[in-house]
């Protein structure tokens, strides 16, 4: 039976966002100008009259929302001058979202997002408010109302989730725009006096480096707190729901979320382990989801943070249709292709030290700079090696029913399981040393929006063909 | 919708559209004759190549739409210059979509567009019945 569902009046808000800085802010300082200095300008009463058309379409346009839940299909209209009607089968959808910020709590709505693998990247195909009570009915529609079990974690493990995938870089992306927007609306120069603060702190810190050296660690300290933070509170009860064909994971403290999604449209599983999660001994298990989430990838975490064991249990728990199988492949473990795995860590190792002896000889008032840089670049070219023998020791490939891999990506170890249908393309790279030793590198590309993929380095590239023969019927 | 070709209101819609875009441009053109007089002569340049495109170009273009449904994709041939073959498998087809801009509404026509991961077909404006009908047929087939 089919049931009409209507947007909730707060999509209005989500309609005049883009209107925000332009329009919106303008008009209320100018009103509020007004009743602090009893002025009105010219330009006031013009954004007045655009923010009332504005705001009339918004509203126009969210009374002609419809979403349609039918037995096979969902049909979403919408539009009142330029009218869109789109049918999805509820088959192919990849999973649906909703989210829920503290104003959406108040006015008991929710974001209700519809992904599918079409659409464009980065951003859900529909997006639109509901009552959370329609939202209820519509995933219970999609999704069918069988009793999950659930599976909670712990705010530790969020948090050594949290800690271990947090980066400096991260927040500087998430924290730069904020100090900026902020500065720009309350009308001084927020970034400045943050900066000045940085310096002023980092001068009353002694040490044998340069004060610029503090200044720079303070900043990435801050900014490594920031994306702490933001990360902590985004998967903070993280909760995942467990059906015999669907997954729901939810998560969040201010914005809450959940995503739905059936087992089969994940396109693949990765575990995970940062250079921190490696410290620690922990893994964290996310999936591929075509067409899922409104950020660069499209993977959900179901697993945030784990010892091994737990996690290969959560695994063949939860996907064991996807368990590998098919002949292993993997490098020769000898001390010659060992030398191989090591050739960039050592050119890398090599470069630094030669660039920053000449530097220290050009620039001998920095010495103590180009001492503190050359340390940092030596160490990470030391993690790079050791991630090196990682991949040299458990570096792997199976091709068989599903595809495994194992290796390293970045400075993450990872390990990617996926049905070989899922497969988007197979690259064999062969440079000039690879021929006399008659070995190849594989790339593993998986058929999705974000395109996931993974090398494994230094194979036999006889052993390669067959395997690809075997398993997809190529002579290569 | 007959023999899978699109109607000949889709080509009045798309002379009107384009019509209306190409005047305006002529408009502009025209006005800034007080320079020279070469700027009217570019004028009637356009106005003879719009004429060209409107009334030779885009029949032609929209004669040579066929749409066609062998059994288990979407084939779309066009092309008056460069013929092109579009084909999508049934299985590979995320959603179907209609789009109506108020002119279209008013002549009974609607666009409909075809989703699948990383590629899209736009077929051009036809009668708003046949798109609905379409549309249930790919749902319907899309589940199969």
New interface residues.
Partial sequence: MKREFRAHPLMITRLIKPFLFVLIFPVIKGVLQYFIKGEVTGVLTLELIAFMAITLMAALRCASFRLICGK??VTIRMGL?????????I??LSSVQTEQNPIDAVFRAVTYRIN????PKGSA?FEFKLSLSDSKEVSRRLYGDKKPTAVKFSVFKVAVMAATTSSAVTGMIIGVPIINKAGKLLGFALDKMLFDEINNVSSKVQSYFPPIVNTITLIFLLAYGVSFFYSLFKYINFKLFLEEDNLEVRAGFFIRSRTSFKKKSVKDVIIDQTPLMRLFKRYAMKVSV??YGNSKSERAVIVPSGRRGEIKRCFSMYFPFLAPDGKLLHAKRDNRTKRRFLFWPTLWFIAVIVLSSVLSLIFKSFSRLILFLTVVACCVIMYYAYLCIFEFRFGKLKMGKNIFAQTVKGFNTCELYCPMENVGQIKLIRNIPDVPRKTCKVVVTV???SADSIKVRHLNYDEVKKSIAECYGVEV | MKENQLPKKTVTLWQIRIGLIGLILLILVCAFGFLTRWVLLGGAVIAVMLAVFLFWYLPRYFKSYEILFPKGAVVINRGVFIKTTHIMPFSR??????????LA?KMGLSALAL????S?IIIPEFDAKDVDYY??F??KE??A
């Fill in positions: 096979n299909t001058i330029f009218k869109t009607k789109s049918v999805i089968s088959a192919k599918t693998e079409a659409g195909d075509g067409g058929c999705s929006e | 087809l995320v959603y179907a979509q209609s789009f109506a801009t108020p509404k989703k699948a991961a990383r899209s549309i249930d790919l749902a899309g589940e």
